[in-house]
């Protein structure tokens, strides 16, 4: 299995909602991990049989190739044999759900919950399949270069730490829900709406893709610093 660049946990992600990939990249990059996401099932196929990523995430239910043929595709890829593959939806239909447990290693309801989300993620790659397991992370070398840190330089990076748990997961979830939402309705999913209403939602879901690319940068940039710093 290849990993992403830099030693990077790689993710393809494919969804046919554009709101919904860049809702799960920019979730998934803030958290280290280096995010492949396309909506078009061939090209995610051809993208995965390129590289093997570490998981896929796949929509159940695209206009183009139904998520449990594309996952019949990707498993006769011999580099692909033992990479997880999770089903996104916002629901399994009654009759679809033996053939989707069978199928796939895993299922995560939609829209995500970004507190659980990127522990879930990791869960998947950590199982892998049939029992196979990635090679655990090693905090104990940042922890141990932590231990005789300055109390008032470890105030302050636990003081960051908490600003970027809060910003990663307490600022993020209300966001995700409301760009999830106001993308569904402005798609007319949940009635007609005048040209004017779905500019107005369009717009609202431009602006919160700015603000989460700047919860983003501000996220990574405290990770790379307590990591700087050994922060465990």
Request: with cysteine.
């Amino acid at each position: 299995m290849m990993a992403g660049s830099k030693g990077k946990t790689s993710i393809l992600y494919i969804d046919d909602s554009s709101f919904e990939r860049e809702i799960v990249r920019q979730l998934l990059e803030a958290e280290g991990c280096e995010v492949l996401a396309t909506g078009s099932p061939q090209y995610g196929i051809e993208l995965a049989s390129k590289q093997a990523p570490d998981l896929i995430l796949l929509d159940l239910h695209m206009p183009d190739m139904d998520g449990c043929a594309v996952v019949d595709r990707l498993r006769e890829l011999p580099g692909l044999r033992q990479v997880p593959i999770v089903a996104l939806s916002a629901s399994i239909r009654e009759e679809e759900r033996e053939e989707v447990y069978a199928r796939f290693d895993g299922f995560v309801k939609k829209p995500v919950d970004v507190d659980a989300f990127p522990l879930e993620v990791r869960g998947f790659i950590g199982q892998g399949r049939e029992g196979t397991a990635s090679p655990p992370d090693e905090p104990e070398k940042e922890q141990a270069d932590a231990v005789d840190m300055p109390e008032e330089a470890r105030d302050v990076l636990e003081a960051l730490e908490r600003i970027r748990a809060t910003m990663s997961h307490d600022l993020r979830s209300p966001l995700t829900v409301m760009i999830s939402y106001a993308g569904t309705v402005g798609k007319g999913k949940a009635g007609d709406l005048s040209e004017r209403q779905k500019e107005m939602l369009d717009l609202v879901v431009e602006q919160g893709f700015k603000m989460d690319e700047l919860i983003s940068e501000l996220v990574r940039i405290a990770r790379e610093t307590l990591d700087r710093y050994g922060y465990p």
